[in-house]
Protein backbone atom coordinates (compact mmCIF):
# COMPACT_ATOMS: atom_id res chain seq x y z
CA UNK A 1 0.00 0.00 0.00
CA UNK A 2 0.96 3.50 -0.58
CA UNK A 3 -0.14 6.73 1.01
CA UNK A 4 -2.21 9.20 -1.45
CA UNK A 5 -1.00 13.09 -1.18
CA UNK A 6 -4.68 12.91 0.89
CA UNK A 7 -3.39 10.52 3.31
CA UNK A 8 -5.23 7.85 2.29
CA UNK A 9 -4.44 4.91 0.97
CA UNK A 10 -4.11 3.67 -2.09
CA UNK A 11 -5.11 -0.20 -2.20
CA UNK A 12 -3.89 -2.26 -5.39
CA UNK A 13 -4.64 -6.03 -6.32
CA UNK A 14 -4.00 -8.29 -5.72
CA UNK A 15 -4.42 -7.22 -2.01
CA UNK A 16 -7.40 -4.88 -3.04
CA UNK A 17 -9.26 -8.58 -2.88
CA UNK A 18 -8.97 -9.13 0.51
CA UNK A 19 -10.24 -5.46 1.42
CA UNK A 20 -13.09 -6.17 -1.10
CA UNK A 21 -14.01 -9.53 0.19
CA UNK A 22 -13.92 -8.28 4.38
CA UNK A 23 -15.84 -5.61 3.74
CA UNK A 24 -18.38 -6.99 1.85
CA UNK A 25 -18.72 -10.27 4.07
CA UNK A 26 -18.90 -7.37 7.38
CA UNK A 27 -22.02 -5.77 5.36
CA UNK A 28 -23.67 -9.09 4.69
CA UNK A 29 -23.35 -9.59 8.63
CA UNK A 30 -24.36 -6.25 9.25
CA UNK A 31 -27.25 -7.21 6.59
CA UNK A 32 -28.94 -9.96 8.89
CA UNK A 33 -29.30 -7.24 11.83
CA UNK A 34 -31.02 -5.10 9.72
CA UNK A 35 -28.30 -2.60 9.04
CA UNK A 36 -28.88 -0.67 5.91
CA UNK A 37 -25.97 0.67 3.72
CA UNK A 38 -24.36 3.90 3.79
CA UNK A 39 -20.94 4.88 2.07
CA UNK A 40 -19.00 8.15 3.54
CA UNK A 41 -15.82 9.99 1.67
CA UNK A 42 -12.41 8.05 2.06
CA UNK A 43 -11.02 9.66 5.01
CA UNK A 44 -14.14 11.31 6.72
CA UNK A 45 -15.47 10.39 10.01
CA UNK A 46 -19.27 9.29 9.97
CA UNK A 47 -21.11 11.83 10.53
CA UNK A 48 -25.15 10.50 11.13
CA UNK A 49 -26.48 14.12 12.76
CA UNK A 50 -28.73 14.50 9.56
CA UNK A 51 -29.91 10.69 9.20
CA UNK A 52 -33.41 9.37 10.59
CA UNK A 53 -33.06 7.09 13.36
CA UNK A 54 -32.41 3.64 11.53
CA UNK A 55 -30.02 0.99 11.58
CA UNK A 56 -26.75 1.72 9.44
CA UNK A 57 -23.72 -0.25 8.29
CA UNK A 58 -21.28 1.25 6.65
CA UNK A 59 -18.10 1.83 4.52
CA UNK A 60 -15.65 4.26 4.53
CA UNK A 61 -13.22 3.61 1.01
CA UNK A 62 -10.13 4.48 2.68
CA UNK A 63 -9.72 1.94 5.76
CA UNK A 64 -13.27 2.30 8.04
CA UNK A 65 -16.03 -0.27 8.23
CA UNK A 66 -18.87 -0.01 11.18
CA UNK A 67 -22.36 0.06 11.69
CA UNK A 68 -24.46 2.43 13.71
CA UNK A 69 -28.40 2.21 15.76
CA UNK A 70 -29.56 5.76 15.56
CA UNK A 71 -32.01 7.14 17.61
CA UNK A 72 -31.69 4.54 20.14
CA UNK A 73 -30.34 4.81 23.97
CA UNK A 74 -31.13 1.26 24.91
CA UNK A 75 -28.21 -0.69 26.04
CA UNK A 76 -29.35 -3.66 23.95
CA UNK A 77 -28.24 -1.88 20.70
CA UNK A 78 -24.47 -1.40 21.81
CA UNK A 79 -24.98 -5.45 22.71
CA UNK A 80 -26.24 -5.98 19.12
CA UNK A 81 -23.58 -3.78 17.72
CA UNK A 82 -20.65 -5.86 19.66
CA UNK A 83 -22.35 -9.22 18.88
CA UNK A 84 -22.53 -8.65 15.28
CA UNK A 85 -18.57 -7.47 15.09
CA UNK A 86 -18.04 -10.73 17.06
CA UNK A 87 -20.15 -12.92 14.42
CA UNK A 88 -18.09 -11.42 11.86
CA UNK A 89 -14.81 -12.05 13.23
CA UNK A 90 -15.90 -15.28 14.49
CA UNK A 91 -17.11 -16.27 10.74
CA UNK A 92 -13.26 -15.09 9.57
CA UNK A 93 -11.90 -17.59 12.11
CA UNK A 94 -10.45 -14.96 14.45
CA UNK A 95 -9.41 -16.25 17.95
CA UNK A 96 -8.63 -14.88 20.98
CA UNK A 97 -11.52 -12.09 20.80
CA UNK A 98 -12.03 -10.14 23.43
CA UNK A 99 -14.52 -7.13 24.34
CA UNK A 100 -13.68 -4.25 26.69
CA UNK A 101 -15.98 -2.03 28.17
CA UNK A 102 -15.54 1.33 29.89
CA UNK A 103 -18.59 3.53 30.92
CA UNK A 104 -20.54 4.59 34.28
CA UNK A 105 -21.11 1.67 36.87
CA UNK A 106 -24.93 2.04 35.81
CA UNK A 107 -24.63 2.02 32.24
CA UNK A 108 -21.97 -1.20 32.26
CA UNK A 109 -24.51 -3.21 34.69
CA UNK A 110 -27.24 -2.65 32.43
CA UNK A 111 -25.04 -3.44 29.26
CA UNK A 112 -23.69 -6.26 31.10
CA UNK A 113 -26.81 -7.88 31.64
CA UNK A 114 -27.48 -8.31 28.01
CA UNK A 115 -23.97 -9.03 27.05
CA UNK A 116 -24.58 -12.12 29.58
CA UNK A 117 -28.00 -13.20 27.83
CA UNK A 118 -26.20 -13.11 24.65
CA UNK A 119 -23.62 -15.13 26.40
CA UNK A 120 -20.52 -12.86 25.06
CA UNK A 121 -17.82 -12.76 27.77
CA UNK A 122 -16.12 -8.54 28.15
CA UNK A 123 -14.21 -6.86 30.47
CA UNK A 124 -15.71 -4.18 32.19
CA UNK A 125 -13.90 -0.66 33.45
CA UNK A 126 -14.92 2.17 35.18
CA UNK A 127 -14.95 5.40 32.70
CA UNK A 128 -17.17 9.23 32.44
CA UNK A 129 -18.47 8.28 29.09
CA UNK A 130 -19.22 4.49 27.41
CA UNK A 131 -17.01 2.96 24.84
CA UNK A 132 -15.82 0.04 23.76
CA UNK A 133 -12.85 -1.63 21.97
CA UNK A 134 -12.63 -5.04 20.04
CA UNK A 135 -9.18 -6.62 19.83
CA UNK A 136 -7.97 -10.21 18.32
CA UNK A 137 -5.01 -11.20 20.31
CA UNK A 138 -2.91 -8.59 20.89
CA UNK A 139 -4.26 -6.18 18.52
CA UNK A 140 -6.60 -3.64 18.73
CA UNK A 141 -8.60 -3.82 15.97
CA UNK A 142 -12.31 -2.08 16.60
CA UNK A 143 -13.80 0.40 18.55
CA UNK A 144 -17.43 1.84 19.71
CA UNK A 145 -19.14 4.53 21.72
CA UNK A 146 -21.97 6.44 22.17
CA UNK A 147 -24.06 8.72 19.69
CA UNK A 148 -25.39 11.73 20.73
CA UNK A 149 -27.89 12.49 21.86
CA UNK A 150 -28.88 9.08 21.45
CA UNK A 151 -27.53 5.78 19.96
CA UNK A 152 -24.30 3.72 19.79
CA UNK A 153 -21.76 2.94 16.97
CA UNK A 154 -18.71 0.35 16.15
CA UNK A 155 -16.37 0.45 13.60
CA UNK A 156 -13.47 -2.17 12.39
CA UNK A 157 -10.40 -1.46 10.92
CA UNK A 158 -10.17 -3.06 7.33
CA UNK A 159 -6.37 -3.13 7.78
CA UNK A 160 -6.03 -4.33 11.20
CA UNK A 161 -8.78 -7.25 10.62
CA UNK A 162 -6.53 -8.23 7.62
CA UNK A 163 -3.36 -8.04 9.45
CA UNK A 164 -5.24 -9.85 12.50
CA UNK A 165 -6.07 -12.39 10.02
CA UNK A 166 -2.62 -13.10 8.50
CA UNK A 167 -0.97 -13.57 11.81
CA UNK A 168 -3.51 -16.28 13.04
CA UNK A 169 -3.44 -18.10 10.00
CA UNK A 170 -7.58 -17.42 9.31
CA UNK A 171 -9.18 -16.95 5.78
CA UNK A 172 -11.49 -14.54 4.27
CA UNK A 173 -14.79 -15.74 2.64
CA UNK A 174 -14.06 -16.69 -0.76
CA UNK A 175 -15.55 -14.98 -4.00
CA UNK A 176 -16.93 -16.90 -6.74
CA UNK A 177 -13.52 -18.12 -8.94
CA UNK A 178 -12.80 -16.97 -12.71
CA UNK A 179 -14.44 -18.96 -14.89
CA UNK A 180 -12.20 -18.45 -17.44
CA UNK A 181 -8.66 -16.82 -18.77
CA UNK A 182 -8.20 -16.49 -22.14
CA UNK A 183 -4.75 -15.40 -23.87
CA UNK A 184 -5.08 -14.12 -26.99
CA UNK A 185 -2.73 -13.68 -30.18
CA UNK A 186 -2.41 -11.20 -32.75
CA UNK A 187 -5.40 -8.93 -33.62
CA UNK A 188 -7.67 -11.58 -34.79
CA UNK A 189 -6.98 -13.49 -31.15
CA UNK A 190 -8.00 -9.83 -29.52
CA UNK A 191 -11.21 -10.12 -31.37
CA UNK A 192 -11.86 -13.26 -31.34
CA UNK A 193 -11.33 -13.42 -27.23
CA UNK A 194 -13.20 -10.46 -26.74
CA UNK A 195 -16.55 -11.64 -28.19
CA UNK A 196 -16.12 -14.96 -26.50
CA UNK A 197 -15.19 -12.85 -23.15
CA UNK A 198 -18.45 -11.00 -23.84
CA UNK A 199 -20.54 -14.03 -24.81
CA UNK A 200 -19.88 -15.51 -21.38
CA UNK A 201 -20.45 -12.19 -19.34
CA UNK A 202 -23.72 -11.95 -20.89
CA UNK A 203 -24.35 -15.25 -19.39
CA UNK A 204 -23.42 -14.49 -15.73
CA UNK A 205 -20.12 -16.15 -16.20
CA UNK A 206 -16.64 -14.72 -15.58
CA UNK A 207 -14.06 -14.15 -17.97
CA UNK A 208 -10.56 -11.85 -18.45
CA UNK A 209 -8.91 -11.36 -21.72
CA UNK A 210 -4.75 -10.82 -20.76
CA UNK A 211 -3.84 -7.88 -23.27
CA UNK A 212 -0.41 -8.23 -22.36
CA UNK A 213 0.65 -10.60 -25.53
CA UNK A 214 1.79 -13.13 -23.38
CA UNK A 215 2.63 -16.39 -24.41
CA UNK A 216 0.73 -19.51 -23.59
CA UNK A 217 2.92 -20.87 -20.87
CA UNK A 218 2.83 -17.34 -19.04
CA UNK A 219 -0.75 -17.34 -19.20
CA UNK A 220 -1.46 -20.22 -17.83
CA UNK A 221 0.50 -19.24 -14.64
CA UNK A 222 -1.29 -15.93 -14.58
CA UNK A 223 -4.55 -18.07 -14.78
CA UNK A 224 -3.64 -20.25 -12.10
CA UNK A 225 -1.93 -17.33 -9.61
CA UNK A 226 -5.63 -15.66 -10.51
CA UNK A 227 -7.36 -18.77 -9.29
CA UNK A 228 -9.47 -19.54 -12.61
CA UNK A 229 -10.82 -23.01 -13.41
CA UNK A 230 -10.32 -22.84 -17.46
CA UNK A 231 -7.84 -21.57 -19.42
CA UNK A 232 -7.83 -21.06 -23.60
CA UNK A 233 -5.63 -19.60 -25.56
CA UNK A 234 -6.95 -17.95 -28.83
CA UNK A 235 -5.30 -16.99 -32.55
CA UNK A 236 -8.60 -16.16 -34.37
CA UNK A 237 -8.18 -19.08 -35.83
CA UNK A 238 -10.53 -21.62 -34.49
CA UNK A 239 -10.70 -25.04 -36.43
CA UNK A 240 -14.24 -25.70 -37.41
CA UNK A 241 -15.54 -22.84 -35.19
CA UNK A 242 -14.30 -24.66 -32.03
CA UNK A 243 -11.87 -23.61 -29.26
CA UNK A 244 -9.66 -25.73 -27.38
CA UNK A 245 -10.41 -25.01 -23.13
CA UNK A 246 -7.73 -26.24 -20.49
CA UNK A 247 -9.17 -27.25 -17.46
CA UNK A 248 -6.65 -26.08 -14.43
CA UNK A 249 -8.21 -28.08 -11.86
CA UNK A 250 -7.75 -31.67 -13.45
CA UNK A 251 -5.52 -30.68 -16.18
CA UNK A 252 -7.91 -32.16 -18.93
CA UNK A 253 -8.72 -30.63 -22.42
CA UNK A 254 -11.77 -30.40 -24.40
CA UNK A 255 -12.74 -29.05 -27.88
CA UNK A 256 -15.76 -26.77 -27.63
CA UNK A 257 -17.94 -25.22 -30.12
CA UNK A 258 -18.41 -21.50 -30.05
CA UNK A 259 -21.49 -19.96 -29.68
CA UNK A 260 -24.29 -21.98 -28.07
CA UNK A 261 -21.65 -25.17 -27.21
CA UNK A 262 -19.23 -22.07 -25.53
CA UNK A 263 -22.38 -21.56 -22.59
CA UNK A 264 -23.43 -24.66 -22.47
CA UNK A 265 -19.95 -26.32 -21.79
CA UNK A 266 -20.24 -23.38 -18.84
CA UNK A 267 -23.37 -24.47 -18.03
CA UNK A 268 -22.68 -27.98 -17.91
CA UNK A 269 -19.51 -27.52 -15.62
CA UNK A 270 -21.71 -25.48 -13.04
CA UNK A 271 -24.08 -28.18 -12.67
CA UNK A 272 -21.31 -31.03 -12.91
CA UNK A 273 -19.62 -28.94 -9.62
CA UNK A 274 -23.28 -28.81 -7.85
CA UNK A 275 -23.69 -31.95 -8.52
CA UNK A 276 -20.69 -33.15 -6.79
CA UNK A 277 -21.44 -30.95 -4.30
CA UNK A 278 -24.76 -32.96 -2.90
CA UNK A 279 -22.77 -35.90 -3.02
CA UNK A 280 -23.39 -38.32 -0.32
CA UNK A 281 -25.72 -35.33 1.28
CA UNK A 282 -28.73 -37.46 2.65
CA UNK A 283 -31.92 -35.75 1.97
CA UNK A 284 -35.86 -36.76 1.85
CA UNK A 285 -39.21 -35.70 0.23
CA UNK A 286 -41.86 -36.42 1.80
CA UNK A 287 -44.99 -35.87 -0.32
Not at 5 to 22: D, K, L, N
Not at 76 to 83: D, N, Q, V
Not at 168 to 195: F, I, R, T, V, W
Request: hydrophobic fraction near 45%; glycine fraction near 12%.
Amino acid sequence: MNMERTGGFVIRPPESAGWQSAERFFLDTARLAGYEEVRFPAGEKPDFAELEPAKYSYVMPSHRMGAAAVGVGSPAAAAELAAMAGDFLGFLGLQEVSLVIFGPEKLIGRLGDVLSALQLEYTAMDGDDFSFCLAAGPREIGWGGSLEPSGFWMELDTGMVLEAVKEQGASLPKADPLMLYLCPAGPEGELAALSIAEELRSEGFSAEADWSGCAPEEGIAKARQKGARYFCAVDGTAADGKISILSLEDGTSASVALGDGLTRFFYDSELSELSGALDGVPFSLDI
